[in-house]
């Protein structure tokens, strides 16, 4: 066989890759050039690595040569880049794993660093917390109590499940067990994996702490949330890239990690060799949710692979009316049936455009939209505005392509440019104008502005301000000064991770788009507190049901074995 008969799977960067690897290790076995193409194929698409037993199956398209699995396996146990350990295997009943080796040494660190703080003892003065969870939360209770035993806590829940309750509550314990002890006050710190979602722990969990007692206020007074990078200390293009790890471990006694499903492979396990071996972590995500953006699955895999040992779920949510939980719940099930039936009920919280052309049911809401936004800023009312664009988020799966941010972002500029009669902007402000909404997409940590945030430009006396945040905290800024923004009438839903507005209008793509997961959907759905509307065809909902988001790993495997 030869790796030409496959090309149409790969980019030319993996052939490149495949071919490098295999003339340095002096191996001219095109099965194994193969299996390293589509090692690197896997991460593209956010495995760690390949399973040689079922990537014919998985990858469908018919004609294709594939070797004997056995001897496709035998090959690359004998190639001189496994000898190297270049390339890793990990084998079991029912899988055939193949690594390079970084990932390979990524997932086993990860693995005996968690096997390492499950093992640690158990804590002792466990305070009584009755009083920090009133009746109707004993699920969150139950989960801060397990939480204050243990080195290692996942707590996993959907929207609106407690988690941030839990969490500040737990923190407040944590602080009342420090005391009961002799010891000092713990060392604290939050973090998440983005800008945005740091900033949306820090005002939740102060949002909870403002409910507690003088004495609990005190005790966790200071509490601020970072960035992952931050809290490592980044330090790009160094050859230590963080300033924290094993030979420098963090300082802090209890660490919270939000939105743990972001956090890819590579970031844990920098993570965790920087955890020291006597901190208490814990780790807040959905699994449900879409993963990380790099390789990796790390959240859905610990709740795999440690079960009860470690995981406590919360299954209650507060927040959504009954018509978007039930959605939600059917959609995390892969109940294609009932998520039909839901949206086919309608009501007050859910709407459904059946159609494959969206454009023109959707045109007079969004440029609706639109106009009070851009009406509120000709005024200089950067409150109102903010209120306007945080009230509807726009969610497509696709950057680009017909159901793609690029095109619905010009495409409502367009509509509104058409309504007003006037082109939104000036030749001389391009491409600034008053009510451009705002999508940060790097971090700028001297202006305190995130990746993630979100804001509008606003007319102001001497020209024109960007408002970054939201109508009750915002950050003004001259335009010119900001670095990486994009406009925002719609956004990815990965980019919407970490995120919520009152309304959310979600453009589903055909159903042979490969971006079209249960997960995607889930995590669209979810972004909406008040209202949702699906815009797509039965075919395409079904499609997006019915297709889990698999990434190949060996972590939860690994977990299980131990």
Known sequence: MSIDAFTELFEPADIHVAQRLTALGKDDDARVALAVALAVRALRSGSVCVDLRAVADQIAVPGLPWPDPQEWLAAVAASPLTDAKVLR????????????????????????????????????????????????????????????????????????TGKTTTVARLLAAIAEQADMTGRPAPRMAL????????????????????????????????????????????????????????????????????????????????????????????????????????????????????????????????????????????????????????????????????????????????????????????????????DVLDGHRLLCAHRRGPFGVTHWNRQIERWLAERTGQSVWSPALMPWYPGRPLLVTANDYGFGVYNGDTGVVVAAPDGLRAHIGSASSSRQLAPGRLGEVE???????????????????????????RLLTRELFYTAVTRAKKRVLVAGTETSVRAAVDRRAVRASGLARRLTSR
């Open 191 to 386: 973090a998440a994996p983005t800008g945005k979602a740091a900033a949306r722990l820090q005002d939740a969990v102060a949002a909870e702490v403002a409910k507690l007692t003088e004495v609990d206020r005190g005790r966790l007074s200071g509490l601020r949330a970072t960035t992952l990078h931050r809290l490592l200390g980044s330090r790009p293009g160094t050859s230590s890239r963080f300033r924290h790890h094993r030979g420098n471990r963090l300082p802090h006694d209890v660490i919270v990690v939000d939105e743990t499903s972001m956090v890819s492979l590579t970031m844990m396990a920098r993570l965790l060799e920087a955890v020291r071996p006597d901190a208490r972590l814990l780790f807040v995500g959905d699994p449900d949710q879409l993963a990380s953006v790099d390789a990796g699955a790390v959240l859905a895999d610990l709740v795999d692979g440690l079960g009860s040992a470690g995981v406590v779920e919360l299954k209650t949510s507060h927040r959504f009316g009954e018509t978007i939980g039930a959605l939600a719940v059917a959609i995390r099930g892969g109940d294609a049936d009932a998520v039909m039936e839901v949206l086919r009920g309608g009501g007050d919280s859910i709407g459904w455009l059946d159609t494959d052309d969206p454009a023109g049911a959707l045109r007079t809401p969004l440029v609706d939209r639109a106009a009070d936004l851009r009406q509120a800023a000709l005024l200089g009312d950067a409150a109102a505005a903010l």
């Open 487 to 513: 406009t925002m009438f719609a956004m990815t839903i990965h980019k919407s991770q970490g995120s919520q507005a009152d309304e959310v209008t979600v453009l589903m793509p055909p159903q042979d788009s």
């Open 89 to 160: 295997l990990y084998s079991d009943s029912s899988a055939d794993l193949l690594y390079l080796d970084r990932y390979w040494r990524e997932e086993e660190q990860v693995c005996d660093d968690v096997t390492a703080l499950l093992a640690a003892p158990p804590r002792t003065a466990v305070p009584s917390i009755a009083r920090l969870f009133p009746a109707g939360w004993e699920e969150q209770r139950a989960a801060a109590e397990a939480a204050l035993t243990q080195s290692l806590t996942v707590l996993t829940g959907g929207p609106g």
